[in-house]
């Protein structure tokens, strides 16, 4: 078997001195692998507990925006209340973002976020 220079970039490069390696794994496939695990977790809106609305007005923005109950918008209510925050909604990130401008529109504290 014979053996051939190679011309690289200008240089010469002896196939006899060079070693050949197994393939390694790249950075770009553990980030492709790490995006198409976070694309599948939905998107979240929080809201929290502020010191300026009333309970029972929370409660209230959570029927009207949402359509919950008001059983289902009073524990949402009391969960923000006694826990500083809770998952209200959950979905695409341009929906959160929609239901996160609501509830600033209405004068609630909200953010988005991915699930856990």
């Known amino acids: 078997m014979a053996l051939c220079n190679t011309v690289r970039g200008g240089d010469v490069v002896n196939a006899a001195n060079a070693t050949l390696s197994a393939p390694q794994a790249t950075p ?9 695990e976070a ?29 919950y109950s008001k059983a289902k918008a009073t524990e949402l209510m009391l969960k923000v ?18 239901d ?5 529109a209405a004068g609630l504290w909200a953010t988005m976020q991915r699930d856990n």
Do not use: C
């Open 28 to 36: 770009e496939a553990v980030e492709f692998t790490e995006v198409l």
């Open 39 to 67: 694309e599948d977790r939905p998107w979240v809106t929080v809201v929290w507990d502020d010191p300026v609305n009333l309970m029972h007005y929370v409660a209230y923005i959570f029927q009207k925006l949402f359509g």
């Open 100 to 104: 996160v401008q609501r509830l600033h």
């Open 81 to 98: 209340h006694n826990e500083g925050k809770a998952v209200v909604s959950s979905g695409s990130r341009d929906k959160m973002e929609h």
